[in-house]
């Protein structure tokens, strides 16, 4: 007999959770409910899922791969069912979309008032991560697309540039650099700048450890902030110089008459924010149109280019 819908969802559940009652709670289910499903697929299979301790649950070797082909046959059938929707009404129903910490706080309200304006009956679920995170659960299937900084390697993602966006370089005004009467720097200025990065995991730092190798400066090696806003008190405070994105500007250095932000003279560093969803998903028009409502000029988005 083939595994039921249910039960599949209950051994993926209790694989997340790596407990039988949190599983259980997940699914709006009973324990008992929830572990007969588990058992009746270990019975219909053959094989041990899991193994129950004092301490949790431990999942198998075999059940590690019934649970990856379980997400696989979970994931078409959302599919199936979201290119039926998409057939009757495009961009409605849920959609859950990982943004990026560095891209939500400054671009998400202008757009979401744009796209709930346009689009009333597409539900947008918001999950903030940082981008390994973020793709890793796009391929899992818990969320249906990305707005992120790309590239992002994969041939079994596809996405849309919607434009780029330039770096600013945030001094203290004590900073050299800062009290230069021509108002903007090169990369050649950072040459033995001590510049203060994100923490890992952030696209972020990826791309401003870029344009550190380039222009031959350092990475404060001591200090790693975990947020922009981190990031820009402690350049206020001078430990440092740091690259920050244009968006965030307005939010994080409105008023502060101790920081310094500087334009880059062209060609200026960047980062390019796009869509990314999974090549195979049956709503990749909708995504598309989507993009098209997040480009700049559509949904009061800062950011130049495409």
Known sequence: ????????????????????GRAARGCAVSQPALSAQVRALEDALGVQLFERGRRGVTVTRAGEEVVARARVALRA????LEAARATREPLSGPLHLGVIPTVAPYLLPGWLRSVRRRQPRLALYLHEEKTDDLVRGLREGRLDALLLALPVPGDDLDSLALFEEPFLLAAPTSHPLARRRRGAVTERDLEGETVLLLEDGHCLREQALAVCARAGAREAEQVRASSLGTLVEMVANGLGVTLLPESARAVEVRGRRELAVLPFRPPAPHRRIGLLWRRASARADD????GELLRPGRAGAAGSGS
């Open 287 to 290: 995504y598309r149109r989507l």
């Open 77 to 80: 059938l959302d599919d199936l």
């Open 1 to 20: 007999m083939r595994p039921s819908v249910r039960q599949l969802e209950c051994a993926v559940a209790v694989a997340d959770a790596r407990h039988f």
